[in-house]
């Protein structure tokens, strides 16, 4: 068995750890106790909690040699994601807000894989 180091490690364990907080916070708390800086933190925590799902998912691809493409294809992914879940707890998703929200995603993962900077 290869031996991992502590970036991989932390690739594979941040989607359990950004989970267990986000359970915590909802447990513990309710939308009218914590306000505006509560809901920012439960949404904070639902993106990286995406985020790290879909990079560790996206890492073993094979089109996804780059690292970093990964992880801007995963954060890009996450907001679509996060702006489809903040549209839907205000009532504003509608199926053109749907559609708009996943052309924003197609768009800057467009913008991303067609990019071709150095370490990209």
Same mark, same amino acid.
């Given at each position: 068995? $290869?031996?991992? &180091?502590?970036?991989?490690? *932390?690739?594979?364990?941040? $989607? *359990?750890?950004?989970?267990?907080?986000?359970?915590?916070?909802?447990?513990?708390? &309710?939308?009218?106790?914590?306000? $505006?800086?509560?809901?920012?933190?439960?949404?904070?925590?639902?993106?990286?909690f995406i985020s790290s799902c879909l990079y560790a998912i996206v890492e073993v691809l094979p089109y996804f040699s780059h690292k970093r493409r990964a992880g801007v294809f995963a954060n890009v992914a996450a907001l679509g994601a996060v702006l489809l879940l903040a549209l839907n707890s205000l009532g504003q998703l509608t199926l053109l807000n749907f559609m708009l929200s996943l052309l924003l995603v197609f768009f800057g993962v467009?913008? *991303?894989?067609?990019?071709?900077? $150095?370490?990209?």
């Open positions: 068995m $290869p031996h991992m &180091n502590t970036k991989t490690k *932390f690739v594979y364990l941040a $989607p *359990f750890v950004a989970l267990a907080l986000l359970l915590m916070v909802l447990d513990m708390t &309710n939308p009218v106790m914590v306000g $505006p800086i509560g809901s920012l933190i439960v949404f904070g925590l639902i993106y990286v467009f913008y *991303f894989t067609r990019k071709r900077a $150095p370490g990209l």
